[in-house]
Nanobody
């Protein structure tokens, strides 16, 4: 069964940095787009950053210049480096991937379990 296993997160002071990682724990055919979303209390889940199989990133305006997404296709892993963190970055961060799990299977969407990032002022 395909699982997205996240690690990282925690409590950090404003201006600090945190790195998140997400590994796909299953032998799969292809991982297409990967992304990080976040959801703050009382707010809708929003896209933070995404990256194509070829490595082209896309960022939400609110994190441009502060966050960096990267991936290693050989390791089926995506990372999110978060710098200059602010209290408004506090949220549960979710890993997301579009995956073809087996030969001839359709592409499906998968989510990680979420990891808390709390930025104190």
């Amino acid at each position: 069964q395909v699982q997205l296993v996240e690690s990282g997160g925690g409590l950090v002071q404003a201006g600090g940095s945190v790195s998140l990682s997400c590994a796909v724990s299953f032998n799969i055919v292809t991982i297409n787009d990967m992304a990080w979303y976040r959801q703050a209390p009382g707010k809708q889940r929003e896209l933070v950053a995404s990256i194509t199989w070829g490595g082209t990133p896309h960022y939400a305006d609110s994190v441009k210049g502060r966050f960096a997404i990267s991936r290693d296709n050989g390791k089926n892993t995506v990372w999110l480096q978060m710098n200059s963190l602010q209290p408004e970055d506090t949220a549960v961060y979710y890993c997301f991937a579009r995956i073809v799990p087996r030969t001839f299977a359709p592409e499906s969407e998968y989510w990680g379990q979420g990891t808390q990032v709390t930025v104190s002022s």
